[in-house]
């Protein structure tokens, strides 16, 4: 089941040229290509399903730098700022709020960890607070459980997945760009060792320069040039129910279940890292270099099935670019929800949460959520095929960092004072080792 998205309205004709070509609409793609807009490049945005349909659309929708990767946190920050300058520039609504993150739990060590990255956080100015056990009691009157403590982010936020990337697209059309959806984009032609056309399914559009914000996608697409990119996706399950509970945090976390209230009075339900891993072709492939993270993981990943076959968004085929691709087979990646996952979700919120009970699920879904070795996006320019910038591997994050992400991207394309420094990104540190740098901060 797809979860809950706008539609968004778009042009059925591909352009003769472009400056730059973004690929793929998701919530990366959709900020890169407004930026990149706003300074007056000539920017067709090419999706081959629907605007957001994919994981922009399936996540919880935080905004947030609570327990960020060190690399990632100055990226996080100017994130939150960028969602809220977005809605004053454009009067678009993407449901941003900074209404404050709240984190629980009974386990020392969990509660250790997070103050240790406190410690670190307010080193570089951001506000963080540990809870007492009395505090946290207080924050999480809502659950019917005591608690040692906890965490409370305030200048964090959520926003809505099934408005945020329409409502930049929207914004990117206003300003000139062409958006086109229910159009894969095939293949990369290039000249004396460089890109230098786009191949869709619609025709060619000739461009110097294209961004690969194809999601869990990338990868594949990636190997179709001789270009490493070690990507590995979970299909996680979440679930929706009617708006009726009140007195709930908007946005909660626990070990057992996380919560956030959505946009309708709603609230979206998961379990934080809970998912399946799907054996295909590529994830044996890269599976050395995953093994670490999944050793970390054990707990909570289980084996998956022939799902993540059947979407085909891990292949290590080679496909041509005059006949259809398996993005043109499968437009939406639209995993079937975890039945067992929706069952110990549902029963895990109504247990911590009584103000859910009696509330009806209104819909449940999955998604693939794309990850690198080191949990850390690859942004920055491939060194092997000058002209194709990648933006992907997001790791369960792009949502709430994709106006800094988005913002740096343009940043490196026109060759503008980085928003962030993007060393930490650029993918040849994939190169550097088989196994990845495990996330620190």
Known sequence: ?????????ASADIPAEADVVVIGAGIIGVFTAYYLAR????????????VGAEQSSRNWGWCRQQNRDARELPMAT?????????AAETGEETGFRRCGLLYLSNDEQELAGWARW??????????????????????GRATTRSWKGGVFSPTDGTADPARAAPAVARAFARLGGVLVQDC???????????????VTERGTIRTKTAVLAAGAWASSFCRQYGLRFPQATVRQTALATAPGAADVPPALHTADVS????????????????????????????????????LRRWRKLLPGGVE???????????????????????RILDPAADPRAVAATHRRATELVPALRGIPVTAAWAGYV?????????IGEFEGLPGLVLAAGFSGHGFGIGPGAGHLIADIVTGDTPIVDPRPYHPSRFQASAWGKVAEF
């Open 118 to 139: 406190g410690e670190f956080a307010r080193g570089v100015g951001v506000e963080t607070h540990m809870l007492t056990a009395a505090q946290a009691a207080d924050h």
């Open 308 to 330: 993540g076959i059947r979407s085909g968004h891990e292949t290590l085929t080679r496909w041509r670019l005059d006949r259809p691709t398996p993005m043109e087979r499968m």
């Open 78 to 86: 100017r994130s939150l700022d960028l969602w809220e300058s977005f």
């Open 184 to 198: 894969a984009v095939r293949g990369l032609e290039t000249q004396g060792g460089r890109l230098c056309s786009v």
């Open 1 to 9: 089941m797809p979860a809950p998205l706008d539609a968004v309205t």
């Open 370 to 378: 794309d990850s690198t070795p080191d949990g850390v996006p690859g």
């Open 259 to 294: 919560m956030t209230r959505r946009g309708d009075g709603g609230y979206t339900l998961s379990i934080s890292g809970r998912g399946r891993v799907d054996p295909t072709a590529q994830f044996l492939r890269f599976s050395p270099q995953f093994l670490p993270m999944f």
């Open 39 to 50: 300074r007056g490049l000539k920017v067709a945005l090419i999706e081959k399903g629907r």
